[in-house]
């Protein structure tokens, strides 16, 4: 069964010939997707809203409504501007492509298609928006979904590897103090830090998510955890200090001022990472690597300024 998530997915085939309609249907389900049809466009549109599939193959010449209305109102419409829309025309012609894509659609397929050209189409399109889905919208970065998914996966594989758990210090503080969207460019810039040193120090398939808010997670073998980490913390450190206004780089610490009226004073930014492997003792559930990363967490915290921290050993920057 082929599925997104948790189900298989679901595959709306919008095709006015009953030939191209059995032959998509019988291929289709072949590969492990659900499939329902429609012969025209209002039936299409009234289907989506019924039962909303996962993916859209929508011809253009089809009746009451044309492929390029269906798709345009698919698109403006808010439950169903999620759903991909795959294109089969047999206008080959630059400027038909052009129009569809310019209406929403995500994928073109010309008439007369090779079947192993548009279940790869089908694949690629699927996946693209499961990741989307799954992203968090301001990093853009694998969300919760996703991270559990990658761990269980590294967990069952029962390969060597290391579970890497950012957490920003003091970010309350500093959104209180220069507001959230600066707040946002501190997210972001972290996201940007982690995707890039991972990219350079790490290994092709390693992994980096956003667990949300300012924790960030990555996935990599043991060999690579420590030097990642590190590099982490320096780029972070750099980023930091161009997001802080001059006098509070020379301070050292933010000044906030609480209600009551007394001024406190906080450490600039700064990284825990909490390194949780399991070379030294196995891991069966994501729930074990969670209870450790959060002691970790706990006593990296603990700690002032930047720290790396691996089984109870605290490694300052």
């Not at 009234?46 to 409504?65: G, K, S, T």
């Not at 994928?107 to 007369?112: I, L, R």
């Not at 969300?143 to 957490?167: C, H, K």
């Not at 996201?191 to 996935?219: C, K, S």
Request: charged share 25%; aromatic share 6%.
């Amino acid at each position: 069964m082929t599925s997104i998530g948790s189900h298989c997915a679901r595959i709306l085939v919008v095709d006015d010939e009953p030939p191209i309609r059995e032959i998509l249907q019988f291929q289709l389900e072949t590969a492990g997707f659900q499939v329902a049809c429609a012969e025209n466009g209002q039936e299409g549109l009234q289907m989506v809203a019924h039962d909303p599939p996962d993916l859209v193959l929508l011809d253009l010449m089809i009746p009451e409504l044309d492929g390029y209305e269906v798709c345009r109102r698919l698109k403006a419409d808010y439950g169903s501007r999620h759903i991909p829309v795959i294109i089969l025309t047999a206008r080959a012609e630059i400027t038909e492509k052009l129009k569809g894509l310019e209406n929403g659609a995500n994928d073109y397929v010309t008439k007369p298609f090779s079947m192993p050209e548009l279940l790869m189409r089908v694949q690629n399109v699927l996946a693209w928006s499961q990741s989307q889905r799954e992203a968090n919208p301001l990093t853009g970065l694998p969300g919760n979904v996703s991270i559990e998914r990658e761990l269980t996966q590294r967990i069952d594989a029962g390969s060597p590897f290391a579970f890497i758990y950012t957490d920003i210090d003091n970010f309350k503080a500093f959104n209180d103090y220069y507001g959230y969207a600066r707040g946002d460019e501190v997210i972001k810039a972290t996201a940007r830090i982690l995707q890039t040193v991972v990219d350079e120090l790490g290994n092709p398939d390693d992994f980096v998510g956003h667990v949300g808010g300012d924790d960030f997670v990555a996935m990599t073998t043991p060999d690579r955890a420590d030097g990642l980490s590190r590099r982490v913390i320096e780029r972070f450190q750099t980023s930091a200090r161009d997001l802080l206004e001059p006098e509070d780089v020379e301070r050292g610490y933010l000044k906030i001022r609480r209600r009551s009226g007394e001024v406190m004073k906080i450490e600039s930014l700064g990284l825990t990472v909490a390194i949780v492997t399991n070379a030294r003792r196995p891991v069966t559930h994501i729930g074990h690597v969670a209870d450790i990363a959060s002691e970790l967490k706990r006593y990296g915290k603990s700690m002032s300024g930047s720290v790396v921290v691996r089984e109870r050993r605290g490694e300052k920057k």
